[in-house]
């Protein structure tokens, strides 16, 4: 994914801008979930579904069981943005688990997967976290791979930004996200990075946009504004009339 500081370098220009966070960088994996390391690892469960099922993992897999135990023990339903957390304590190659419902399977469609993903998107900037991996849910033919994968990544990193520039105090500054891998199967990786790509600048956009909005009108006047657009439309080799 493009570099924030790329993407919006004309803001540096006009002054003071961009005020937020840099989004993480998002990556597609065929690796095997269970065996992922990471300071959150990020699973998603339907409404009423008996067994955790994530793809390409096995259902007698020790994770698989386990996290199926601290779900029950929680009183965790599925039910859409429902959340466990579990601290591992070493157990499993992966600091903390977190487990987010999708609500109804016969209603899923990739919004829930955007929602859930910006849910963990501010829980990893709560936790400081620096990684965090994430098993997508399978897909179907109304949820192919390329538009989970998409909302996925527009999930984290809208939900991973935070303004901070004018926080004092440094227990107010949040910690960056710096990447977020999304683990799907070997069939399905060439799809998952289009996605990924897809969703990453859509997000950026909007992080764009919000550090704009987020600025005092002395920062951002008319004048700098335009100098913002035109800095883009360079870089992306655009016609820009102002």
Same mark, same amino acid.
């Given at each position: 994914?493009?570099?924030?500081?790329?993407?919006?370098?004309?803001?540096?220009?006009?002054?003071?801008?961009?005020?937020?966070?840099?989004?993480?960088?998002?990556?597609?994996?065929?690796?095997?979930?269970?065996?992922?390391?990471?300071?959150?690892?990020?699973?998603?469960?339907?409404?009423?579904?008996?067994?955790?099922?994530?793809?390409?993992?096995?259902?007698?897999?020790?994770?698989?069981?386990?996290?199926?135990?601290?779900?029950?023990?929680?009183?965790?339903?599925?039910?859409?943005?429902?959340?466990?957390?579990?601290?591992?304590?070493?157990?499993?190659? *992966?600091? =903390?688990?977190? +487990?987010?419902?999708?609500?109804? #399977?016969?209603?899923?469609?990739?919004? $829930?997967?955007?929602? @859930? &993903?910006?849910? *963990?998107? =501010?829980?990893? +900037?709560?936790?400081?976290?620096? #990684?965090?991996?994430?098993?997508?849910? $399978?897909?179907?033919? @109304? &949820?192919?791979?390329?538009?989970?994968?998409?909302?996925?990544?527009?999930?984290?990193?809208?939900?991973?930004?935070?303004?901070?520039?004018?926080?004092?105090?440094?227990?107010?500054?949040?910690?960056?996200?710096?990447?977020?891998?999304?683990?799907?199967?070997?069939?399905?990786?060439?799809?998952?990075?289009?996605?990924?790509?897809?969703?990453?600048?859509?997000?950026?956009?909007?992080?764009?946009?919000?550090?704009?909005?987020?600025?005092?009108?002395?920062?951002?006047?008319?004048?700098?504004?335009?100098?913002?657009?035109?800095?883009?439309?360079?870089?992306?080799?655009?016609?820009?009339?102002?």
């Amino acid at each position: 994914m493009p570099e924030r500081a790329r993407v919006s370098g004309s803001a540096r220009v006009a002054g003071s801008v961009p005020a937020g966070t840099r989004p993480p960088r998002v990556t597609a994996s065929a690796a095997s979930f269970a065996s992922a390391k990471g300071d959150i690892a990020v699973c998603f469960a339907f409404e009423q579904e008996k067994t955790l099922a994530i793809p390409g993992v096995a259902a007698s897999n020790a994770l698989i069981r386990t996290l199926g135990l601290v779900s029950r023990g929680e009183s965790f339903k599925g039910k859409r943005k429902e959340m466990v957390l579990w601290q591992s304590a070493g157990r499993f190659p *992966a600091q =903390r688990y977190l +487990i987010i419902g999708l609500g109804r #399977k016969d209603d899923f469609t990739p919004d $829930a997967v955007r929602e @859930g &993903c910006g849910l *963990a998107g =501010r829980r990893a +900037i709560l936790l400081k976290a620096k #990684k965090i991996v994430i098993a997508l849910p $399978a897909a179907s033919d @109304g &949820c192919p791979i390329e538009s989970l994968a998409e909302a996925a990544t527009e999930g984290i990193a809208l939900g991973a930004y935070k303004l901070s520039k004018y926080q004092t105090q440094d227990s107010a500054q949040p910690s960056n996200l710096g990447g977020a891998e999304l683990h799907v199967g070997h069939s399905a990786l060439a799809g998952a990075r289009r996605g990924a790509a897809r969703g990453a600048i859509r997000a950026e956009a909007v992080n764009l946009v919000r550090d704009l909005v987020n600025e005092p009108a002395m920062v951002v006047t008319p004048h700098r504004m335009a100098e913002v657009a035109r800095g883009i439309a360079k870089q992306r080799k655009l016609q820009i009339r102002v």
